[in-house]
């Protein structure tokens, strides 16, 4: 069985500082990883995934992710937020013959100014 | 805005109701999948249909059934509600329906029961 690990449910930062949200899977099988975020009151937006090839994928907004298989890790960076990427973030896994998306339990990134 | 549309936006019922989300794919898509999210449940996968069948089915109660028509729409019906099903409902879709396709998320129903 596949499963998320959100270390995290809250990340306040200063605007223009570095951040990194983490996230730890488990899964038994080869596994594609996704982190989408969530403004308020909307729906899911698909940040970055990692399919296969290198293990650092970079996304939209500035965002990048390493996956790691050893410590089997997928931990999302950004090196200076912004107010605006405020929202909630959410790690996601798949591997399976379909779709199904496992998620994390999200980390709200909070951006002060 | 990532195409897929989800009616209605908000929807107050009252327990022991049936109630009917609707959500249209994306143009050209063929697989569509519905999420409940929930404060204590967190983001919840309850199935997924590949051109009109059923292909694979996650944490869905007896009391929901949902369905894919031959244009592709689908629709989530939940029965006999409790208190507890309130929730927001994603519905998502993708061209396949295989794991390393991108998924495009709608804005979700808020369905509040009372």
């Known amino acids: 069985a596949q499963s998320v690990t959100q270390l995290d449910s809250q990340v306040p930062v200063f605007e223009e500082a570095p951040v990194e949200l983490r996230c730890n899977y488990s899964s038994s099988v080869s596994v594609y990883l996704f982190w989408y975020v969530q403004y308020p009151n909307q729906g899911l937006q698909l940040l970055l995934k990692y399919l296969s090839g290198s293990t650092l994928v970079k996304g939209i907004n500035g965002f990048e992710a390493e996956f790691n298989k050893s410590q089997t890790s997928f931990h999302l960076r950004k090196p200076s937020v912004h107010i605006s990427d405020t929202a909630e973030y959410f790690c996601a896994v798949s591997g399976d013959s379909s779709y199904k998306l496992i998620f994390g339990s999200g980390t709200r990134l909070l951006v002060r100014p | 805005d990532s195409g897929v549309t989800q009616t209605p936006k908000h929807l107050i019922t009252a327990t022991g109701q049936r109630v009917t989300l609707r959500c249209s794919p994306r143009?050209?898509?063929?697989?569509v999948y519905w999420y409940q999210q929930s404060l204590d449940q967190g983001l919840q996968f309850l199935i997924q249909y590949y051109n009109g069948e059923e292909r694979a089915k996650g944490n869905i109660l007896e009391r929901f059934s949902a369905q894919q028509f031959p244009d592709l729409h689908s629709e989530l019906n939940l029965s006999s509600l409790e208190l507890g099903d309130s929730a927001l409902y994603f519905c998502a879709s993708s061209v396949e329906g295989r794991a390393n396709t991108e998924a495009f998320f709608g804005q979700g129903t808020r369905l509040t029961v009372v």
């Open positions: 143009s050209g898509d063929l697989s």
